[in-house]
């Protein structure tokens, strides 16, 4: 998931519920909401620019790690394949054999292949309120001994957000 922007659905959870991990891309907007998703699972989590001090003491802007055979990268700002954010994540991605690339930002829900550095990217568009966005996106994904398989999304169209949503702001 990525850019809540201190918006809590419980839906969240929900779509979450069979998940080891939950992970969040930045533009968090809030430590009640990186709270709440803790509480339910472990997290791991990046801030993203719009997060504050208190998430930014708490969390690093990337993180680079190894699970079931996949490495991982996680930032906030990444860009998509052929249009990376830097020179530095392109290489960085490169030189580390990153499997899985996910980044946030945008608010637009984007999966795709680099064919060049051979990695999936994800970018699981925006589950918060915030943005120019008409509908709210999670995904989920399975790794498995180096595989990364059955990807699912979870579209919430704005106007449904009447039906079990409550907004925390930032803090």
Not at 1 to 9: E, K, L, Q
Not at 28 to 51: Q, S, T
């Amino acid at each position: 998931m990525s850019d809540t922007h201190g918006y809590w659905d419980d839906r969240y959870l929900r779509f979450f519920a069979d998940c080891d991990e939950i992970w969040h891309a930045g533009d968090i907007g809030g430590n009640r909401v990186y709270e709440r998703l803790c509480a339910a699972k472990p997290v791991r989590a990046v801030f993203g620019n719009a997060d504050g001090n208190p998430l930014r003491q708490q969390l690093q802007s990337a993180l680079l790690f190894d699970l079931e055979g996949v490495r991982v990268y996680m930032t906030h700002i990444g860009g998509y394949p052929g249009r990376y954010a830097s020179a530095a994540i392109r290489q960085l991605l490169r030189q580390q054999h990153v499997k899985l690339f996910i980044s946030g930002h945008s608010h637009i829900l984007k999966v795709g292949m680099d064919p060049e550095l051979n990695l999936l990217h994800i970018n699981p568009g925006a589950a918060g309120r915030q943005g120019f966005h008409l509908v709210r996106t999670l995904t989920r994904f399975t790794l498995d001994q180096g595989e990364i398989k059955d990807f699912e999304l979870m579209e919430i169209p704005l106007q449904e957000d009447h039906t079990g949503a409550s907004v925390n702001g930032s803090d």
